[in-house]
């Protein structure tokens, strides 16, 4: 597991590489991205930032965000239609679990995960590039109050079925009726 430093550091590393002086607003950002279990918007890394630098606008974490992406330091996360999310990019394999209710996303990993993404590239023949892997359902939270009499899940407005549940290119399973073995997400690249 990478530490919030470690991430901290990396993000460091490609905006000094890139030509980049370290603020104090960019700093506020990267601490953000490296610290946060979250999966922040920009909106949400500017709140956070500005908690550790009030000078830290909106454009700076827009234009952060933007050289951190074309660096390849960030990964924009984008699911059913919610505002784009982003994360340090990880040097692990995972896929993301995406709650339709409250648009909490969370990684997931494991070894199965891990040993069916490299078997793809090997069994295809691909040489794969990039890979991307969601799950959507309702989290523990949205679950547990879905249960209880007349409340509300927690978070913002669910996410239409229609902005995940899309009809696959042909031969390729909806998810849900995945052929044994299937690993029900998508890879791109």
Avoid: W
Wanted: hydrophobic share 35%; proline share 7%.
């Amino acid at each position: 597991m990478v530490s919030s430093r470690q991430r901290y550091n990396r993000l460091v590393r490609a905006l000094g590489q890139a030509g980049y002086r370290l603020t104090p607003q960019r700093e506020a950002v990267l601490h953000v991205l490296a610290e946060t279990p979250e999966h922040p918007s920009v909106a949400r890394i500017h709140e956070l930032a500005r908690r550790r630098c009030r000078s830290t606008s909106r454009a700076t974490v827009y234009n952060t965000v933007r050289v951190l992406k074309q660096l390849g330091a960030l990964e924009e996360l984008q699911y059913g239609g919610m505002a784009h999310r982003y994360v340090v990019q990880s040097l692990t394999p995972h896929a993301h679990l995406v709650c339709v209710r409250c648009q909490r996303i969370e990684d997931f990993a494991s070894a199965e995960l891990s040993g069916e993404l490299e078997a793809a590239g090997a069994r295809s023949g691909y040489r794969v590039l990039a890979y991307h892997v969601a799950f959507y359902g309702e989290c523990p939270a949205c679950q547990q109050a879905a249960a209880g009499p007349g409340a509300q899940p927690p978070g913002g407005e669910v996410i239409p079925e229609r902005e995940y549940a899309r009809e696959p290119p042909r031969g390729v399973p909806r998810p849900g009726h995945e052929r044994s073995g299937s690993m029900g997400g998508t890879t791109d690249g």
